[in-house]
């Protein structure tokens, strides 16, 4: 192919000269047919073939002449470099750092009379962006100084809370890894154990049953109904499922302590049943609901349409489309929304500071009698002005994260999959399911051959179409 | 100019004679899809009984307080519901609170805006995963763990700034503080402790991987197309986020940072662990003394008599309207912005 390219009118190309000029770097002869059109435009200059050529021809139509690109000397191309971040960027900040703090302890040892840690860290850090911006306008000019500028407070922002996250956690451990190193700590209760008493009497188990029960209870009530209202509110969409939807996501704003209030005054009050581990139960389910069904609505409708229709494209009913489609689509996400409403559930203090009466002694029966939580622990014992109270106070709240952070991991390792990717389990679940199904075709197929029409299915060997089966979900994982 | 064969189409006209009619599309549903639909529509009318029985309850209960009390329910300061008429009344505590999640929503949309910013434009592509996972966490610490933080290690090491803001902006209402002379080195700093200031620190440490979540959301969603003009167009960084990422999640920002304030408001426990219960309006929020009314319910729902709980309940319901309310606005701008329609809590 030719380097000039002329796109002409049909007419001009069928009786104009042959565009494949002998010499591609030559400007292309003028048209002799057309000798009205050139007259219409001004006398072309001598074409440099490297500038871009476009000739108006006429009114009809448009030549566009391609440049040819100059001959390439066999030199080697240069990589270039993408990184985003030179090096007298990264000298700039290093030498604003260096300046800023100098000059505040120079400030704070000096010349001015003040202390405290957290003036210093301000003063150094605003001398820090001041240095830092003078720095950058020795070389760039007014937008790229501000783009630095803030580049280096979204940073420094990024990083405080992260700080602020990792300070929380490890503020609670520090303080509190002292009872957690006695195994007393859990497998004792805290019914003989004085202020007095050295740490290595008594413990949490009360607290630690009483949490487990709760949310388990809890659990029990919310999973089944927060996954059916949420299968509702997607499968069954009408002017009822939008109401649900409204209610559902104004009550994610409920506070803990109304729905603690809430169960106080019925269950307690009004139906005279004692504080328990069942009316906390019932009062972290109430919180907890809405924020499941929430979560758990986002995650069914992120299900793809496509395999609900194809779903029942092939016949299936509206309940098994949800049952063996939507449903382990959604498995991971709808876990994960499960997870993180029990993280929520399970260190809410104030629901169970209405319902759980604070019990002392293990309470095994979690429908009769005072119980106790986690949460509720800490918050009593770290209101008594005992140090050894205090102590063990922050233990139980290291023991609360500890619990936190497992089902948080919990949450990653399941949710960490997008709807409709399975794992190794489900693939082979999957395939032997594919199995029984050819071996179930391949004898309807022997039954119905004596039926006169049309002839029987095509026998596909079987482990052919498990292969096949299998290896569909992957794919479209790996496309997606 | 030589005639040119363009391809054609004839559209065929109607059938001679006959008539479409539309076809009856009829559903036939099993039995076992109507009992599906059945136990689905069930599930959604039982959470909708029990979320009603909530909001119907709190208003049943708190009858009688409002009854007694009437309009001076919202205008009277103290809280004495065994008193009789006009000795109870949600101004202070409301105000309290109200005070404490501005404190906690000043804190919170600037860090959580930077954070966001930095966690969806900022951040190294292969850590971005792992801040996100860390913000979930950061949202699912539980408050009493929070409350022990600022109890324990925040309160002392503020003291200085409330003492600094105090000194050098008592001028302005708000940070004015009575009792307490700047120029005196022997005055203690107790008073700047179990303030209202404290108090909306925490929460605003509590609200801002919330909020931070959400605008992280709405941050990500900008659409490539006018990033990448931003950029051709010669933007740096910081012009592409101005010119394209902030508007197109402004309304993300909003609802996040509405979302934010009804957590601020319902939060309960690390209040009742920072402050120190006043029953008056008090708008200095660097003195010792806040009020707060989950706090107040929490710490009286004890002792109180059938018209102590009654005005609790009056007490709640206002919580609840305030927070409904909240939350509905946040809801709505977060649905009508151009994304974030998927942005959970």
Not at chain 2, 189 to 211: C, D, E, W
Request: contains cysteine; hydrophobic residues 50%; charged residues 15%.
């Amino acid at each position: 192919m030719s380097p000039k390219h002329a796109i002409d009118e049909p007419t001009d190309a069928a009786t104009g000269p042959d565009p494949a000029a002998p010499n591609p770097t030559e400007p292309a002869p003028p048209n002799p047919t057309e000798p009205a059109a050139l007259d219409a435009t001004e006398p072309a200059p001598p074409a440099d073939p490297a500038v871009p050529v476009a000739r108006l021809r006429s009114d009809r139509g448009r030549t566009t002449t391609l440049p040819v690109r100059p001959e390439q000397p066999d030199a080697v191309e240069a990589r270039r470099i993408t990184a985003t971040v030179r090096r007298t960027d990264i000298f700039a900040a290093i030498g604003a750092a260096v300046a800023a703090l100098s000059v505040t302890t120079l400030l704070y040892t000096q010349l001015a009379p003040f202390d405290g840690v957290l003036g210093f860290v301000v003063i150094a850090y605003l001398a820090f962006l001041g240095f830092y911006g003078l720095l950058v306008s020795l070389d760039e000019d007014g937008p790229a100084v501000r783009d630095r500028l803030v580049g280096a407070v979204v940073h420094s922002l990024g990083f405080l809370v992260l700080a602020v996250l990792t300070l929380v956690v490890l503020y609670t451990f520090a303080e509190g890894w002292k009872p957690l190193t006695h195994l007393n700590f859990f497998t004792e209760d805290m019914s003989i154990t004085g202020p007095l008493e050295p740490l290595t009497q008594g413990g949490a188990l009360h607290a630690i049953v009483g949490t487990l029960q709760q949310i388990a209870l809890a659990l029990l009530f919310t999973v089944p109904l927060a996954v059916i209202c949420a299968v509702f509110l997607s499968e069954i969409p009408g002017r009822l499922s939008r109401l649900v939807r409204t209610i559902a996501e104004a009550m994610t704003a409920l506070p803990s302590i109304v729905a603690g209030l809430f169960i106080y005054a019925t269950v307690i009050l009004a139906l005279g049943y004692r504080h328990s581990s069942f009316a906390t139960s019932l009062a972290i389910s109430v919180m907890m609901l809405p924020i499941i069904i929430r979560a758990a609505d986002v995650v069914i409708r992120l299900v793809p349409g496509n395999l609900r229709e194809a779903a029942l494209a092939l016949g299936a009913s509206q309940w098994r489309t949800v049952w063996h489609v939507v449903l382990p689509t959604a498995r991971s996400g709808l876990t994960t929304a499960v997870i993180l409403g029990t993280a929520r559930g399970i260190g809410e203090t104030s629901p169970v500071l209405l319902t759980a009466g604070g019990a002392t002694s293990i309470n095994l029966n979690p429908f009769e009698g005072w119980n106790n939580s986690l949460p509720l622990v800490t918050y009593s014992l770290t209101r008594s002005p005992e140090e050894s109270f205090i102590v063990r106070g922050f233990g139980t709240a290291a023991t609360l994260m500890m619990l936190v952070l497992l089902l948080f991991v919990l949450a990653r390792l399941v949710g960490g999959r997008g709807p409709g990717q399975l794992g190794r389990g489900q693939l082979r679940r999957r395939a032997r399911e594919s199995a029984r199904d050819v071996t179930r075709y391949a004898r309807r197929a022997g039954r119905s051959a004596s039926y006169p029409a049309g002839p029987p299915p095509a026998p596909a060997g079987a482990d052919q179409l498990r292969d096949h089966v299998v290896s569909t979900p992957e794919k479209e994982n790996r496309d997606g | 100019m030589a005639a040119v064969d363009l391809p054609r189409t004839t559209i065929p006209g109607p059938p001679d004679g006959a008539t479409d009619t539309p076809r009856q599309v009829r559903e036939r549903r099993g039995g076992a899809d109507l009992l599906f639909r059945g136990l689905a529509r069930g599930g959604g009318v039982v959470v909708l009984c029990v979320m009603l029985l909530v909001g119907g309850f709190l208003l049943y209960r708190a009858q009688d307080a409002l009854g007694v009390a009437g309009w001076s329910f919202l205008t009277t300061q103290e809280w004495d519901p065994d008193a009789g008429a006009g000795r109870f009344g949600i101004a202070a505590v409301l105000t309290g609170t109200v005070l404490i999640a501005l404190v906690a929503i000043v804190v919170a949309v600037p860090l959580a805006t930077g954070a966001a910013l930095y966690i969806s434009e900022y951040a190294p592509r292969r850590i971005r995963q792992t801040l996100i996972s860390l913000v979930d966490l950061m949202a699912a610490v539980p408050s009493v763990v929070y409350g022990l933080w600022g109890f324990f290690l925040l309160q002392d090491n503020v003291l200085g700034l409330s003492n600094w803001i105090a000194t050098y902006f008592g001028w302005i209402p708000i940070f004015d503080v009575e009792d307490s002379d700047p120029r005196d080195p022997l005055s203690t700093m107790t008073v700047y402790t179990s303030s209202t200031f404290v108090a909306g620190l925490v929460v605003g440490m509590m609200i801002t991987p919330i909020v931070c979540s959400i605008m992280r959301e709405v941050f990500s969603q900008a659409p490539a197309g006018e990033r990448e003009g931003a950029f051709a167009l010669g933007a740096t960084k910081w012009g592409m986020i101005r010119a394209v990422v902030l508007p197109f999640g402004r309304g993300g920002m909003i609802g996040g940072t509405m979302l934010g304030l009804g957590r601020a408001l319902g939060e309960t426990i690390a209040i009742v662990m920072i402050i120190s219960p006043v029953f008056e309006i008090q708008p200095r929020i660097l003195e010792n003394g806040a009020s707060s009314v989950a706090a107040l319910i929490a710490l009286r729902y004890g002792d109180s008599t059938e018209a102590g709980i009654s005005a609790l309940f009056a007490a709640g319901l206002a919580l609840f309207v305030m927070t409904l309310i909240v939350n509905f606005l946040a809801s709505m701008i977060i649905a009508r912005s151009r994304s974030g329609a998927a942005s959970e809590v």
